[in-house]
């Protein structure tokens, strides 16, 4: 469908073309390449989501804002050939409806074509307001239970990930990625662990569902609250990882920090048959 509502049109961002939203309290820009949130601007704050400036154009991958991984995160659980992070981010979703509250948040709602009978329907709710919210909702449409692991892989904008600081991880297990092991995290993340500073590849297991993302650079305080996941994913690349990205500019690594609420790891979802799953953020902003 072609957008309709006032305050919304079609236009482009950083070259992508994308629905554009205006609120009388936030802007956003979602592709629909990917159903993927380029842009959430809220009232007196800069933009939360990072984009690359040398980010990929559609067909490819979109590097920032929000992808959409499904119906698999990374590759677990299938062969070393298939696209990392599923196809969702890739593929051509539809706008499947655009309405508006009676204070002008607007919510819009999109889903994934599926055009090869596969038996997982995907959709996704986005409603921009004060807050920006997020639900991905899966329908096992087959006659035969199936399983799914999934991430919204939020590239939060931060003036400097060097000084930023993560709440609410301390005593939960994670697996780092880097060595195949577990730790128990201490504290506050940060990019500053002795073990292995300067880098964050973590998958946290069950967690709970309100993290804070401290941007002291900027004076703000982003606040992440999760449904329908026991997981966690922080990432940052660090210098030398930012290196190995044609993606990515070299001090790209200092703009962003990716909390990535998930089902991964050992938070792998059973979807009976007839059965669904949904996966949701709320992303807000305050100063700090």
């Known amino acids: ?3 309709s509502l006032p305050g919304l049109r079609v236009g482009r961002f950083q070259d992508i073309e994308a629905v554009c939203v205006d609120t009388p309290f936030s802007t956003a820009a ?3 390449h990917g159903a993927q949130v380029l ?7 800069g933009d939360v989501m990072w984009l690359s400036p040398d980010t990929r154009h559609p067909p490819q991958a979109i590097r920032g804002g929000i992808p959409v991984c499904w119906p698999y995160f990374a590759r677990q659980g299938r062969p070393d050939d298939v696209p990392q992070h599923g196809y969702a981010r890739t593929s051509v979703w539809n706008l499947a409806d655009a309405q508006h509250d009676e204070d002008g948040t607007v919510m819009l709602e999109f889903a994934l074509p599926n055009e090869t009978g596969a038996a997982l329907d995907l959709s996704m709710t986005v409603r921009i307001g004060r807050a920006l919210e997020q639900s991905l909702t899966t329908h096992n449409r087959s006659a ?3 399983r799914l692991t999934q991430a919204l892989h939020t590239y939060f904008a931060v003036a400097d990930a060097a000084q930023a600081r993560a709440i609410g991880l301390d005593g939960l297990t994670y697996a780092n990625k880097y060595d195949s092991r577990d730790y128990v995290q201490e504290g506050e993340w940060n990019l500053h662990d002795p ?5 964050s590849d973590r998958i946290y297991a069950d967690t709970g569902n309100h993290f804070e993302l401290l941007d002291p650079a900027a004076r703000r305080r982003i606040t992440l609250r999760t449904s329908g996941s026991r997981t966690l994913v922080v990432w940052n690349p660090g210098a030398e990882g930012a290196r190995t990205f044609t993606d990515m500019p070299p001090e790209g690594w200092r703009r962003f920090v990716c ?8 938070d792998v979802i059973e979807l009976a048959p007839g059965a669904q ?3 949701g953020q709320t992303i807000t902003v305050s100063g700090l």
Do not use: W, Y
């Open 30 to 32: 979602i592709s629909l």
């Open 277 to 279: 799953h949904t996966l």
């Open 144 to 146: 035969e239970p199936q």
């Open 39 to 45: 842009s959430f601007v809220p009232q007196g704050f």
């Open 195 to 199: 073990r292995d500073p300067g880098r």
């Open 1 to 3: 469908m072609t957008p």
């Open 259 to 266: 909390l990535e609420v998930a089902n991964a790891g050992t």
